[in-house]
Nanobody, 127 residues
Framework: QVQLVESGGGSVQAGGSLRLSCAAS????????MAWFRQAPGKEREGVAI????????YYPDFVKGRFTISQDNAKNTLYLQMNSLKPEDTAMYYC????????????????????WGQGTQVTVSS
């Protein structure tokens, strides 16, 4: 059973940085895609970054590209999301998610494709 536990959220001023962590267990690195999503109140959950464990392929949507970086430390079984140049519109609950790479079809950051989710960590960016 895959388990994901996020940490590292908090409050920061616009232009600041935060690094989120996701402690993962119960999966085979090479078979999984790991991703970060976020959900603001009243809005749909949206993906912000994906990493294919095994070959380190990454993808970011345009609204975070150049500001967010996803990475993984396999020795520590931990996924990270480095967020720089934060904006008030980045305020949301951030979730770590995982799924087997074989199920990915179409847009790889569609929440429906992800089977395993963490509990979330809140990020608040003030102007």
């Amino acid at each position: 059973q895959v388990q994901l536990v996020e940490s590292g959220g908090g409050s920061v001023q616009a232009g600041g940085s935060l690094r989120l962590s996701c402690a993962a267990s119960g999966y085979t690195h090479s078979n999984y895609a790991m991703a970060w999503f976020r959900q603001a109140p009243g809005k749909e959950r949206e993906g912000v970054a994906i990493l294919y464990s095994g070959n380190s392929y990454t993808y970011y949507p345009d609204f975070v590209k150049g500001r967010f970086t996803i990475s993984q430390d396999n020795a520590k079984n931990t996924l990270y999301l480095q967020m720089n140049s934060l904006k008030p519109e980045d305020t949301a609950m951030y979730y770590c998610a995982a799924t087997e790479r074989t199920v990915l079809r179409g847009y790889v950051l569609s929440p429906d494709l992800y089977k395993y989710w963490g509990q979330g960590t809140q990020v608040t960016v003030s102007s």
